[in-house]
Every structure is written in C-alpha cells, then in structure tokens.
C-alpha cells in the first residue's frame, strides 16, 4: 500500500493510525466476510500469515510493574510527509511550552530521482502499544502510557531550512543519538603575539648566547621575553582543520542543544615573516661596551604537532537533515517508562517522547564560519615556552652583530615538533550545504 500525506497541521499521530486502519480496509475490503466451516482435514491444509500481530511484554527496570500490550501490522507501509507545525505536549503535565516543537518537517525516502515527492519512507510492521500498570489487580490497573511505533523506519527527516539563524527543531523531547561525526572546520586568518593579539599573549623562549667577547648575560637560560605592544608577531593564515568525534547524544526533556567534543590535527604553522620584538632577562654586554637589552627577532621555521580539542555545543535547530534507519517511536506516558525494545539509556519522561533507537546519520558537518582560535593562544604560548625551554635557540656572534648594526637579527627556529593539544569551545555554527533541504515539493515550493 502507499499512502500519501501532504497537508499542514497534521498530527503525526492521527497519521499512524490511519495508515493502520486504512491497512485493515485494503485487506478486508476485497475478502468476503461470511464465516466458512471447514472440516479439520480441510483445516489441516490450511497456511498463511496473519496481517494483525498481537503481543504483551512484561516490563523491567522502572517499568517492572507495567504489562506491554502491542497491536500492529505485518507489512509495510510507503509514507511521504509534510507537516508545517508539529507540537506536542504544549503547556501539559511539562508546564508551559512544548515537549516537542518543529517547524516545516518531512518524512520521505532517503533518495530519489527527479523530485523528492516521488520518493517514500517505509515503516516495517507498524504497531501500537499499551502500557497498562498493575495489570494483575481490577482496582488499581490503568493505562499509563500509549506508544506509535515501527519495527524499523528508512527514509529522510529534514526540519526548516539551512539558514543564519536557528530553525526547524526547536525543541525536542526525546532519545536520538547520531553516528560519529565528523566534518572540516577553518580558523580565522590571525596574529600572535602582535599588537592584533586581543589577549595580549606573551611569548617567551630561552637563549643560547655563544658571542665572542661576551662578559655578561651570555648564559643558557637568559629569558627573552615579547612585548606584544611593539611586535608585529606572526600571521597565522587560515587553517583547514579536519575533525571526528563520537556522536551526540539528546536524551532529556524539552531539549534545544547538544554538546559534543572533536578533535583534529593543525597543519603546519608556518613561522616565516614574524616578527617580536623581546627584551632580556639580563641585558647581554660585550667588550664591556657594547650591551644589548632589547633585540627585534625575525623568525623563520614551522611548527607541526599540534592538535586541536572542540567542544561543540549546538542548538538542535541547525540540525536540519537526519538519515534514519532505526526503529522509531512517539510515545506518550504519565511517568518514566522503559519502552521494550528500548536502548537502556532510553527511558521515557513524563509527556510526549520521539525515540530513535539506532543511531542517526547526520552526514559531514562542516561549519560555514571560520572558527576564532585566539583563545588557544595562552595555551599555544606555553607550548611554545615548555619548547624553547628544553631546546634553547642559540644566538651567536652573528645574530649578535646583525642586531648591533642593523637593529634586528634573522632567527631559524626550524623544524619545530611540538606535541601539545589545544582545547576550544564553540557554539551554534551554520552548517555547510550538506545540511540544506531539498523541499519536498512539486515545482518551486519551499514547503507544502
């Protein structure tokens, strides 16, 4: 059977049902209803499969005194959806707002040719069930809880559209949580240790000075230490930042974000062309005449080595794409209820409840906006600190007299590995057109 909906402001519930109903009538509509006898050897000879399936489960865990009774269909079922405004839940046993909250969303296949309308999810074996408390007692059984389920739903959910702001899933009542995830992000173009440094860093890095003639200062360990008020420091160019981390996970009540950590590997950082002007721990004198207390440094060189931690915290409503192939549910209940067949973490609440059982595909997330790194300077100046400290530079007799006479010495800092993690927060990123909706339309329509 194919049942196509396309209408707003339709409950998802009176959908399922239907799709159940209209299932008894396109089978019972083309059999006679008159009772046959047969004969027990007629009987015997007999085989089939029912379309109804009937089942009681027994609870556990929170629901140990709750009896499951199921009622569903032996089939499947093709359906393409659009409903404009799906709420749940509003100002119920929760207060006010809504348990679940989403604009503009579509249930179809997870591909298609030509346009997306052409295209069905299927439901396989879709049910209902009852949760009946205190089943075994006259006086005190009671229905606590009414769950819409399939066995396995394979198609396309999409919410609102890929835009600036926030939109489709604004709040979310339920149990879904995604494969790993993974995407590229890019940092912004920036300055170290320069007068763009919004944080003022300070960089320091101990000297090897070797000069000829040196009566003082000339000591391993003599601390040159920046003045970003003067240097011009060293452009960082915008990197590609590759990154992977576990799935999310949204599994609470009334929800409008998730957080996940990820990681990556910074490319090279190259060092050429910086400039920082430092001055001595201990002003280096030489002859006993010439003495050096400020020295402007041109670097050269690379760092590799670093790696990068974010901790993503972003709002459900730049989510706007989720490939499921899962079984599903949207339940109701009074109290805390463990579904059958539910993952252990999943545990109902009070309210309406949307249950992804298997995780969810979200696809590549690549930010749209580049990513500040300049908090991770601190962090990327003490790295270079530990660095410099267990490999001083050293500055001999010709960095020295390039300083005296001209004002300023080349440095080659070379090859640098320098293994140390950055960790960033970031929040509520614009997702890249991965995440843009194909409307589910015929012809120009946003949405229908």
């Known amino acids: 059977m194919k049942i196509i909906k396309k209408s707003a402001d339709v409950s998802i519930v009176l959908f399922i049902l239907r799709c159940f109903f209209i299932g008894l009538g396109v089978f019972f509509s083309g059999h006679s209803l008159a009772m046959v006898e047969l004969a027990d050897e007629k009987l015997s000879e007999i085989t089939g499969q029912a379309l109804l399936q009937m089942g009681k489960t027994d609870g556990t865990g929170v629901s140990s005194d709750v009896t499951f009774y199921k009622a569903g269909l032996d089939a499947e079922v093709e359906l393409n959806l659009n409903i404009e405004k799906l709420q749940l839940g509003c100002g119920g046993v929760n207060g006010p707002g809504c348990d679940i ?7 179809t296949g997870q591909s298609w040719v030509g346009d997306r309308p052409s295209s069905s999810a299927i439901l396989t ?8 408390k205190n089943d075994n007692s006259k006086t005190l059984r009671e229905v606590t809880g009414v769950r819409l389920s399939a066995e396995n739903a394979l198609g396309l959910l999409t919410a609102g559209q890929n835009t600036a702001q926030p939109n ?11 494969t790993n995830i993974s995407g590229t992000a890019y940092t912004q173009a920036t300055n170290i240790a320069g007068t763009s440094d919004p944080n003022n860093t300070v960089l320091q890095f101990d000297t090897d000075p070797n000069i000829i003639l040196c009566t003082s200062g000339c000591y391993s360990g003599n601390t040159a230490t920046s003045d970003p008020s003067t240097s011009a420091g060293i452009d960082i160019p915008s990197l590609e930042v590759p990154f992977t981390g576990p799935g999310a996970l949204v599994n609470g009540t009334r929800l409008n974000s998730t957080s ?9 950082v190259s060092l050429d062309g910086g400039q920082i002007d430092v001055t001595l721990e201990d002003t280096i004198s030489v ?7 400020e020295a402007t440094v041109n670097t050269e060189g690379s760092v590799t080595g670093l790696n990068a931690e974010i901790d993503f915290t972003q709002n459900l409503g730049y989510i706007h794409k989720i490939n499921v192939d899962s079984p599903f549910s949207l339940s109701f209940q009074k109290e805390e209820t463990s579904w059958p067949g539910s993952d252990s973490r999943d545990i109902a609440q009070a309210g309406w409840w949307m249950s992804f059982a298997d ?17 991770t300077f601190d962090q990327m100046s003490a790295a270079f600190k530990d660095y410099f400290e267990a490999n001083p530079i050293e500055i001999g007799t010709q960095a020295g007299l390039q300083q005296l006479f001209s004002g300023e010495m080349d440095v080659d800092v070379g090859d640098l590995f320098i293994p140390s993690t950055l960790s960033m927060s970031v929040s509520d990123l614009q997702l890249g057109p991965e995440q843009n909706v194909v409307p589910n339309c015929y012809g120009s329509a946003t949405f229908c």
Not at 101 to 107: F, K, Q, T, V, W
Not at 260 to 268: I, K
Not at 367 to 373: A, E, L, N, S
């Open 101 to 107: 909250d989403i604009d503009n969303l579509s249930l």
């Open 359 to 375: 995780p969810v595909e979200l696809g590549e997330l690549n930010p749209v906006q580049q990513i500040d790194i300049s908090p």
């Open 260 to 268: 996940v950590t990820a990681t990556g590997a910074v490319p090279t």
């Open 287 to 293: 002859a006993f005449f010439i003495s050096v207390s």
């Open 125 to 132: 074996r879709p049910f209902f069930e009852f949760a009946v």
């Open 168 to 178: 489709g899933i604004n709040v979310l009542s339920g149990f879904m949580e995604t």
